[in-house]
């Protein structure tokens, strides 16, 4: 079965770094579990820790140690990105396309309207929790997976309807 816990991590070595990363994840709608606001004053005298956050709980935690089930971002600026669009509450897996034709299965994270944002990597929750690449990408267009394709040329569109190609109009 699998793992269905989704969320991210990052590392940060100053109180500073922290403190302006809380602010913005707190901003984005997360809460601070309890004991991590124990260890917000530990940390001052610590050489460094990695906050988590749990995209489904909404939850940051401070961790002295990688010792967590969660990707770690290299990134600050891809950590906040990912960590404000979990809060958006859409994540469902989807075919993507940009061109109709070619079809790849990409957990969507948002419908922009015209546009949809996806993992790049990863087709299943397990891939995406322990992949160290944490980039996303814009599709043009989504369906869901049980979307049942139909492949038909102009001449069998023609031949149902007892007529030529030229004279088709297909709007």
Request: aromatic content about 16%.
């Given at each position: 079965m699998e793992n269905t816990k989704r969320g991210i991590?990052?590392?940060?070595?100053?109180?500073?770094?922290?403190?302006?990363?809380?602010?913005?994840?707190?901003?984005?709608?997360?809460?601070?579990?309890?004991?991590s606001l124990y260890i917000r004053e530990q940390f001052k005298y610590h050489l460094g820790g990695y906050i988590v956050v749990d995209?489904?709980?909404?939850?940051?935690?401070?961790?002295?140690?990688?010792?967590?089930?969660?990707?770690?971002?290299?990134?600050?600026?891809?950590?906040?990105?990912?960590?404000?669009?979990?809060?958006?509450?859409?994540?469902?897996f989807m075919l993507v396309s940009n061109?109709?034709?070619?079809?790849?299965?990409?957990?969507?994270?948002?419908?922009?309207?015209?546009?949809?944002?996806?993992?790049?990597?990863?087709?299943t929750c397990k891939e995406i929790e322990y992949s160290d690449n944490i980039e996303l990408e814009k599709w043009t267009y989504a369906v869901d997976l049980t979307t049942k394709f139909v492949e038909i040329t102009t001449e069998e569109i023609a031949e149902k309807f007892n007529t030529t190609v030229e004279s088709l109009i297909i709007k």
């Open positions: 991590a990052v590392q940060v070595s100053t109180y500073d770094e922290y403190n302006d990363l809380i602010k913005k994840l707190l901003s984005s709608g997360y809460e601070i579990d309890k004991l995209f489904d709980s909404k939850i940051i935690t401070l961790e002295l140690l990688d010792n967590f089930n969660y990707p770690i971002s290299d990134n600050i600026e891809d950590f906040i990105k990912l960590a404000r669009i979990s809060t958006l509450k859409y994540h469902k061109d109709r034709r070619t079809w790849y299965k990409r957990l969507v994270l948002k419908d922009l309207g015209g546009y949809y944002i996806a993992w790049k990597f990863g087709q």
